[in-house]
């Protein structure tokens, strides 16, 4: 389990995020549905790594597609992606 653990590790720092939903839904399906901040983490990394490419229109799309839906009903998470500082 620590190797599917730090495999998944080293995708999300090399920005393969999907890999790393993908590999954690193959570990256990349940786990990002259960928390849904960690799914919200992870879809902000996401958008992330799509500012860095500067790819900014699919960054907004993203964003109201992906984020917005997730989070829109959680104040937490609205509150976690505003006031975090974002590292780019």
Do not use: T
């Not at 917005?68 to 009903?73: D, H, L, R």
């Amino acid at each position: 389990m620590l190797d599917k653990r730090m495999k998944i590790r080293k995708m999300i720092i090399k920005g393969e995020i999907d890999e790393a939903i993908n590999e954690i839904n193959n570990i256990n399906s349940e786990i990002l549905e259960a928390n849904p901040s960690i799914y919200f983490e992870l879809q902000k990394q996401k958008l992330i790594e799509i500012i860095k490419i500067n790819d900014i229109e699919n960054a907004l799309l993203f964003a109201q597609n992906k984020l917005f839906p997730i989070a829109q009903n959680n104040v937490i998470l609205i509150r976690s992606f505003i006031y975090n500082k974002i590292s780019i």
